[in-house]
């Protein structure tokens, strides 16, 4: 069992940034993969960007490919997502997520919702114009 926990959220003006953190805890981090998802109102959830906990390649939907960049801190287990020139349509409900890496590995679902089992609360990111 893995829990998450999301902060960082907030409100800024186009063009700003944000610092998403992601706390994590549980058994078995290491063979995880964690990644951000995000929620407009009315929309379905997409992912944004995920990375094997244990390290190696990132994903990032190309929404925000040059926006934004993930990142961790594998010794207090900490995600984190940059998120540089904000805007409007960034405005979302941000989701921290993990799963087990054979999970998504297998079905290369590394930016689906669906298969990842362990999430967060979300924090509100909202960017105004």
């Known amino acids: 069992q893995v829990q998450v926990v999301e902060s960082g959220g907030g409100s800024v003006q186009a063009g700003g940034s944000l610092r998403l953190s992601c706390e994590a805890s549980g058994d078995g981090l290491n063979d995880h993969y964690m990644g951000w998802f995000r929620q407009a109102p009315g929309k379905e959830r997409e992912g944004v960007a995920a990375?094997?906990?244990?390290?190696?390649?990132?994903y990032l939907a190309d929404s925000v490919k040059g926006r934004f960049t993930i990142s961790q801190n594998a010794a207090n287990n900490v995600l984190y997502l940059q998120m540089n020139g904000l805007k409007p349509e960034d405005t979302a409900m941000y989701y921290c997520a993990a799963s087990p890496w054979e999970r998504i590995a297998y079905n290369r679902g590394y930016l689906q919702p669906r298969f990842y089992k362990f999430w967060g609360q979300g924090t509100q990111v909202t960017v105004s114009s």
């Open positions: 990375t094997y906990v244990a390290g190696g390649a990132t």
